[in-house]
């Protein structure tokens, strides 16, 4: 074996043993991920968006009333979303329902879930979901059109400052419909 081809092994080798590094680093960063974006969202307030909110205090507050704005998006789903009431007044401590309509406008079933978004960012934790279509994947078939509720309640411990919460709803596609 000549002095070249030796020299070119031990490159070889050791741009083998730098790819499986770095690939064994990717496969760990990739299981750490998941608890650190819990770690995140649980400092930040962030709540686990597929299970029900626990109200606290179920007294309504009958001296004031907050404006909950609805909005519907979708990211790259060939899907029409929309609340069917955009804007609705209710009293903090107040269990409310709302609708959204979705249709699938594809010509195959798909299957899509909704992450909610709030603004201000802090109203999030005064605004309790009951029940909501964001808590489970949707599939929705060729030409369906589905109407979804969200429950809610706003804690009637918001600041008074809190007048107005914009709860937007975006859709994206998942895996989950089997096609």
Do not use: H
Request: proline content about 7%.
């Amino acid at each position: 074996m000549s002095e070249n081809q030796g020299e070119l092994q031990r490159s070889n080798r050791t741009l083998l043993v730098r790819l499986c590094v770095v690939a064994l680093a990717m496969f760990g960063f990739g299981f750490a991920l998941v608890p650190f974006y819990e770690k995140i969202c649980e400092v930040t307030g962030i709540r686990n968006i597929a299970r029900a909110d626990v109200p606290m205090n179920t007294q309504i507050d009958t001296t004031r009333n907050v404006r909950i704005e609805f909005d519907a998006n979708v990211r790259n789903l060939p899907w029409r979303f929309k609340p069917a009431t955009p804007i609705v007044s209710v009293r903090p401590g107040e269990v409310t329902q709302a609708e959204f309509e979705v249709v699938n406008n594809e010509t195959r079933p798909i299957t899509g879930q909704a992450i909610p978004s709030y603004g201000p960012q802090y109203a999030a934790q005064y605004f309790r979901k009951l029940d909501c279509f964001c808590f489970a994947k949707q599939t929705l078939q060729p030409g369906e059109t589905r109407k979804m509720p969200v429950v809610f309640v706003v804690d009637p411990a918001a600041p008074r400052e809190l007048t107005t919460i914009s709860l937007s709803y975006t859709f994206f596609e998942v895996e989950g419909n089997g096609s």
